[in-house]
């Protein structure tokens, strides 16, 4: 669609939606507020029918489809928030789809559009990433007639989304000084800013997107969308690899500031999150929560709003968040270590190398019998990030060839 996204479309579409989603939470964090030295205020979209945001595009798109698109049915392209979107309004309103999904989607989202969709809904795994997944959706789109259902670049799902927006003004006591915002191709930051700007123009608004696949960013400094050569798709709710071409001109017009989170540092919140509040966000959803206690580039000042897009995370990967954040706050490292094939050398290592409260959290050594020397790959984990200058110098100073692995090195995906 052409048609620009104005305020008035993002009141229909709360109005559509007003029977069948959720008007979630927006609440105070004390854990967050005090690292800001200020009030922050979570706009809980992890408790939205779906556990996410999306279903608010996604429904009010297809609720506006015409009897004759109803009957051609409808599919999607989606790393799996949309797609229960998609999924939950198909059931919802009688219409067949088809939800096209990334071979990298999680399996709890894959199995809760099936159980959202029912015998409406066929999934389709199309390709690695979502761009793939994307292609080939509208490759059915072209050869079925069945209408594509965006999952951010149509004004239908942009004011959809932008209901977030609505809401937040709604519920708070005061208008927000700052509202950030999580970033895949553009469509709620796009939406929501539609709407501050005409009715709490003062508000600062900052968008977050994982370093990883910092596509607004880019496509901010290029001028316009492009594709990002290479993407990591651990935050898999926000990794696109091109912004949309209806998004990218809102962000550009209206929002303040677009700042790029390390991996590690979402990760470090969704664990704050889980342990100390009690929320699950997967990783797309602790992205504004990660931004505003790390990288908001100014001092903020009223209140903060962080929107926490999503709750659909696997159980089966904390582990790797787990790492990954251990890995951000310096505390696990990770080193190749050449030991002397001689009676002694890794007791040499854990006396004399290691010091108190470091343990070994992984070892992996090869011994080749020809060889006067053998590689290992160790993790050390520290009781405190500030003990690694020490260990270093004791590495330094002993007899053993000791090479640290960056967490930037190619060899550091080998680890995760």
Aim: charged share 20%; proline share 6%.
């Amino acid at each position: 669609m052409s048609v620009s996204l104005t305020a008035t479309m993002i009141d229909q579409a709360a109005k559509r939606l007003r029977p069948v989603v959720r008007r979630t939470p927006l609440e105070p964090n004390e854990r967050l507020s005090g690292l800001l030295g200020g009030q922050v205020l979570l706009k809980r979209e992890d408790a939205q029918v779906c556990r996410s945001y999306k279903v608010r595009g996604a429904f009010n798109l297809i609720a506006s489809l015409t009897q004759d698109e109803r009957r051609r049915g409808v599919v999607c392209a989606s790393a799996g928030n949309h797609g229960q979107g998609v999924a939950f309004a198909c059931a919802r309103l009688g219409i067949s789809g088809r939800v096209y999904v990334p071979s990298t989607t999680p399996r709890q989202k894959r199995e809760r559009i099936a159980a959202l969709g029912g015998d409406r809904v066929e999934i389709v795994v199309g390709g690695g990433t979502y761009d793939e997944a994307s292609g080939a959706a509208h490759d059915d789109s072209e050869r079925t007639g069945a209408v594509y259902v965006h999952p951010f670049d149509d004004v239908r799902t942009m004011a959809g989304q932008g209901t977030v927006g609505l809401e937040i003004l709604e519920q708070s006591g005061e208008l927000p000084g700052t509202v950030v915002v999580p970033v895949g191709g553009g469509g709620l930051i796009s939406g929501l800013a539609v709407w501050l700007r005409e009715h709490s123009p003062a508000t600062r608004i900052v968008g977050a997107e994982p370093a990883g696949a910092a596509s607004m960013r880019a496509a901010l400094d290029h001028g316009g969308p492009l594709a990002l050569p290479e993407l990591d798709t651990f935050v898999d709710g926000a990794a696109v690899g091109r912004v949309g071409e209806a998004t990218f001109p809102l962000v550009k017009e209206l929002v303040d500031e677009v700042v790029a989170v390390d991996e590690g540092a979402i990760c470090t919140e969704m664990l704050d999150l889980y342990q100390t509040d009690g929320i699950i966000a997967e990783p797309a959803g602790a992205l504004a929560g990660a931004a505003a206690r790390e990288v908001l580039p100014y001092a903020p000042a009223g209140p903060v709003v962080c929107v926490v897009s999503g709750g659909n995370n696997d159980v089966s990967r904390y582990n790797e968040v787990l790492e990954r954040s251990l890995v951000h706050i310096g505390l696990r490292h990770y080193f190749l270590v050449t030991f002397p094939q001689r009676p002694g050398a890794l007791r040499h290592f854990l006396d004399e190398v290691l010091g108190e409260g470091q343990d070994i959290i992984a070892f992996e050594y090869i011994k080749k019998n020809n060889r006067e020397t053998g590689p290992a790959l160790v993790g050390i984990e520290l009781e405190r990030a500030g003990d690694l200058d020490d260990l270093l110098f004791r590495m330094k100073a002993s007899p053993l060839t000791v090479e640290r692995i960056p967490p930037g090195s190619p060899l550091f995906t080998f680890i995760l």
